[in-house]
């Protein structure tokens, strides 16, 4: 079971994002570029903030980066709304791991609050995932608080993380 591991390495993650870890029609990742990970260094059931269990995860940056280019000419930062993206991920993939089926979404946060940026300086950002709660009904959803660090330095902060995981495939 999939659930069974504690750690997964980027061809891992690149698996999930093809939908071969969880089996099809459940929790997938993004494909790069917007896969926002390179790896997740922990994930458990129990602990975190919360003690309802947490997902922790790394992304190594590099100049090159594709949202450095673009945002902002000049001034390069990485988008806040990719790291919120990543926690959102995140969260989906911890339900996929809990071996809960269908398709993730995200459906909301609480608050989001920037203290710092990402610049192309950083080293490495790590994100932190802490659940409050995972629903188990017609909709799985999962509800917990986030963080980045950049370089060790906590910069980002997002409560309320709501992910569902729903049976019913997408609409086009």
């Not at 099809?24 to 059931?45: H, K, V, W």
């Not at 089926?101 to 203290?115: D, I, Q, Y």
Request: with cysteine.
């Amino acid at each position: 079971m999939a659930g069974s591991k504690s750690s997964y390495e980027y061809e891992e993650l690149l698996a999930c994002a093809r939908g071969e870890l969880f089996g099809a029609g459940n929790a997938q990742l993004p494909y790069p570029p917007m896969l926002m990970f390179d790896r997740i260094t922990e994930i458990s059931e129990t602990g975190g903030a919360f003690d309802k269990g947490f997902i922790r995860a790394e992304f190594d940056i590099k100049p090159d980066l594709w949202f450095f280019a673009c945002h902002f000419i000049g001034n390069p930062i990485m988008p806040g709304c990719l790291g919120l993206d990543a926690m959102w991920q995140l969260t989906g993939f911890y339900l996929g791991w809990l071996g809960e089926p269908g398709k993730g979404m995200a459906l909301s946060t609480g608050e989001v609050k920037f203290k710092g940026m990402v610049t192309p300086s950083v080293k490495k950002v790590e994100y932190g995932v802490d659940f409050k709660r995972v629903m188990r009904g017609r909709l799985v959803l999962g509800i917990a608080d986030g963080w980045l660090k950049a370089d060790g330095e906590p910069i980002y902060a997002a409560t309320d993380l709501k992910v569902g995981l729903s049976k019913q495939s997408a609409v086009s």
